[in-house]
C-alpha cells in the first residue's frame, strides 16, 4: 500500500455488504447501496465514505427512477473520487449484477488532486476491494453521459429500441457481448 494511506473500516464494510446478496432479507436489501462514492480524508492519509454521497436500492424506483444519472450528478466537477456502482442487467437465462469500481479523475480537477487519487487508487482497489468484474476511469461528463455509455466502458455494445406496442414494458436495450445477449431494462431493479 503506498505509504501513508490508509482504507477505512467503514469503506471495507460497505464494499463487503455491497458484494453479499444471496443470503440478505428484503429489508436488507433495500438498505443495500446501488453507489457510493469514497475520498480522501482531510490530511490525504485515509480513503473514506462520502458523506450523503450513496444511492440505496430500497429508493431505485421510488425516489430514483434512474440511479445512473443521479450517481453521475454526485460526481464533482473539480475534483477526483473513487466509486463503486452496482450494475444491474439481465441475461436470457437470469439477473446480474456486477459491481464496477470508477476512478473519477474530473479534468477540472487541480493537477495535484489527480496525482494523488491516482497514486492511491491501487490501494483501495487492488488490495481492498478485490474481485472486482470492471473497472472504469473517467475524465469527463461524456465519458460517464448514460447507461449505454457505461456499458460500452466495459465492452458491451449497446442498442436503444422504442417501447413495444401494447406493452407495459418501458422502452428496452439490447446489450451485446461478444458472445451474449443481455436484455436490461432503463429502470434497473
Not at 15 to 21: A, E, G, L, P, Y
Not at 164 to 177: A, D, K, M, R
Amino acid at each position: 500500500m503506498p505509504l501513508g494511506v490508509a482504507v477505512s473500516d467503514g469503506v471495507i464494510k460497505v464494499f463487503s455488504d455491497m458484494k453479499v446478496q444471496k443470503s440478505s432479507t428484503p429489508e436488507e436489501v433495500k438498505k443495500r447501496k446501488k453507489a457510493v462514492l469514497f475520498c480522501l480524508s482531510e490530511d490525504k492519509k485515509d480513503i473514506i465514505l462520502e458523506e450523503g454521497k450513496e444511492i440505496l436500492v430500497g429508493t431505485v424506483g421510488q425516489n430514483v427512477d434512474n440511479p445512473f444519472a443521479i450517481f453521475v450528478k454526485m460526481l464533482p466537477d473539480k475534483d477526483c473520487r473513487y466509486a463503486l456502482y452496482d450494475a444491474t442487467y439481465e441475461t436470457k437465462k437470469n439477473k446480474k449484477e456486477d459491481l464496477v469500481f470508477i476512478f473519477w479523475a474530473s479534468e477540472s480537477a487541480p493537477f495535484k488532486s489527480k496525482m494523488i487519487y491516482a497514486s492511491f487508487k491501487d490501494a483501495i482497489n487492488k488490495k481492498k476491494l478485490t474481485r472486482i468484474k470492471h473497472e472504469l476511469q473517467a475524465n469527463c461528463d461524456e465519458e460517464v453521459k448514460d447507461r449505454c455509455t457505461l456499458a460500452e466502458k466495459l465492452g458491451v455494445v449497446a442498442i436503444s429500441s422504442p417501447q413495444l406496442p401494447n406493452s407495459p414494458l418501458t422502452p428496452w436495450t439490447f446489450l451485446l457481448p461478444l458472445s451474449l445477449m443481455v436484455l436490461a431494462f432503463p429502470n434497473p431493479f
